[in-house]
């Protein structure tokens, strides 16, 4: 199992705890809006297309394609010096937001523009699932 320790975790708030808990169950949510439908990620306490506050968390299918991408050589923190190269991408669902997130479980050098992707989860901690990404199954 990959150490996780000393990496820079995120620290949920009131507007995402409900996310992360729904990480740590390995379910990728996002908000809709009940007044006009949209779908938003990150989440906030207000629908950014038409400010209702009928936010409401759903399931996201977990699937998207990537957006663009960048293949970090180089840590951030000596943590993350195990990880490289590690791929650092934005990720638009097939619900329409996009997350930024990493893709794993393949060589950097595969990854490309417009590549279907998954969801998949890493536990860094007792409180932090992380959401990433690998290659889809052909279906
Ligand atoms: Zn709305």
Redesign the pocket.
């Known amino acids: 199992m990959t150490d996780h320790s000393g990496k820079f975790l995120p620290r949920p708030r009131p507007e995402t705890a409900a996310w992360w808990q729904s990480c740590r169950e390995h379910k990728l949510n996002i908000q809709r ?1 009940s ?4 779908f938003q990620f990150y989440p906030r306490i207000v ?1 950014s ?4 506050g009928k936010v409401e968390w759903v399931q996201s299918a977990g699937r998207g394609k990537v957006v663009t991408f960048t293949i970090c050589r180089l840590p951030v923190a000596e943590a993350y010096t195990a990880d490289l190269p590690y791929v650092v991408a934005l990720i638009r669902l097939e619900e329409g937001p996009t997350m930024m997130s990493n893709i794993g479980e393949c060589e950097p050098e595969s990854v490309a523009i417009g590549m279907p992707v998954e969801v998949t989860f890493q536990k860094w901690s007792d409180d932090i699932t992380i959401p990433q990404f690998l290659p889809a199954l052909a279906s």
């Not at 297309?49 to 209702?52: F, I, Q, R, T």
């Open positions: 809006c007044g006009c439908g949209a629908c297309s038409c400010m209702s």
